[in-house]
């Protein structure tokens, strides 16, 4: 089982940036994948916000319009989110996942993850 520890949220005034990382530890296998979720302050259902798979290829949410830059770090086992240009509908939970299976998917459901962090909180105020 893997281990996510997500860091790097906080509080920040719209337009600003943020850079959201996650550290992953325990069995770590070659092939797995991950991705960025998040859950808005007024919804139930995690959303996916991107994912990359084992190979470097990434796939983003529509609303993320190139604000949003994922990436990651296999010599460190870590994984990022660049958030330029905040703005307040920005402000949830973000959570980071993982998985082992299909290492080429783009999927971006919570369903197709079957290791998740604690998330962190990013707050974006006007």
């Known amino acids: 089982q893997v281990q996510l520890v997500e860091s790097g949220g906080g509080s920040v005034q719209a337009g600003g940036s943020l850079k959201l990382s996650c550290v992953a530890s325990g069995y770590i296998e070659s092939n797995y994948r991950m991705a960025w979720f998040r859950q808005p302050p007024a919804k139930e259902e995690r959303e996916g916000v991107a994912t990359i798979n084992a190979f470097g290829a990434t796939y983003y949410a529509d609303f993320v319009k190139d604000r949003f830059t994922i990436s990651r770090d296999n010599a460190k086992n870590a994984l990022y989110l660049q958030i330029n240009t905040l703005k307040p509908e920005d402000t949830a939970v973000y959570y980071c996942?993982?998985?082992?299976?299909?290492?080429?998917?783009?999927?971006?459901?919570?369903?197709?993850?079957?290791?998740w962090g604690q998330g962190t909180q990013v707050t974006v105020s006007s």
């Open positions: 996942a993982a998985d082992s299976r299909w290492s080429w998917s783009l999927q971006l459901q919570p369903s197709a993850f079957n290791d």
